[in-house]
């Protein structure tokens, strides 16, 4: 699946590419699952033009899980046939990207598929699953007892970052929509409904107030101030430049990844798929993304 110009949905289009090329270092993977991430629609419209270089056609995608076809003279850590997942994106946007039946990866994008996990659940972990690592672990460093709010607990990175938490003894208090209460709770963590009225709902649960605050949502930690202790530490995927709020952007590191599947191996990590489409419904796939309202992770299915 290409594009040749920026745009929506529509400009995508079933193509026919020659075989990717590999080199010493990287690994011809048959996908099997692509997840589709809102960046994706970002990239596709043209959003950072002025700071990504775009050679058309554009395979779009980063997002991947599959199978070993042919591993790189150098790349010893993998054989034909082992399953693997990866995070793919390049510093440039050409035809490379997770929407096709080959892609050639770097091998340092690429680690074992966690067994417990289809190709569809596991595709959607890499991007996801980086950024929540990274916020959990590196940028708020949440330790264990301590109290850990997540706004948009119910999403594709909140719902990760509510079972990191978890892993690392952490308690847990996540805000999502009513009808996702039952799903938050599943995950380990204690439901309050987001909106006017948020920081009252936590402070009834933590009167003390959450000791580490995470916003997979923006423009929401303004409002809800008053559920943060006082010296809380604070971080956001969404707002870039807030005094005091540590903006998290995911970046692939192999042995954040390689935690996160080792998570998943153990059943303390599960991703929720809440939709896949067929290869040549992918602009279908990008429109249900767009339109919100799904839940869980937006997956392409190769077969």
Known sequence: MVYRR??????????????????????????????????????????????????????????????????????????????????????????????????????????????????????????????????????LDVRPGEILLVHGAAGGVGSLAVQIAGSRGARVIGTASARDHGYVHTLGAEAVTYGEGAADRVRELAPDGADVVLDTVGGVLTATASAARPGARLASIAAIGTPGVTTVFCRMNHTDLTALTELAETGRLTVRVGATYPLDHAADAQRALAAGGTSGKVVIEIT
């Open 6 to 139: 920026y745009g929506g949905p529509e400009v995508l289009e079933l193509a026919e590419l020659p075989e990717p090329k590999t080199h010493v270092d990287s690994v011809l993977v048959r996908v099997r699952a692509a997840a589709l991430n809102p960046a994706d629609l970002a990239l596709q419209a043209g959003a950072l033009d002025g700071a990504v270089d775009t050679y058309f056609p554009v395979i779009p995608g980063w997002d991947i899980a599959g199978v070993v076809e042919r591993p790189g003279l150098a790349t010893p850590e993998f054989a034909r046939g082992d399953e693997v997942i990866g995070y793919i994106r390049g510093d440039v946007q050409r035809a490379h990207g997770g929407m096709a039946e080959l892609v050639s990866a770097d091998a340092r994008t690429l680690v074992r598929k966690p067994r417990a996990m289809s190709f569809a659940e596991a595709a959607g972990l890499p991007l996801a699953g980086l950024t929540a690592y990274q916020a959990v672990v590196h940028a």
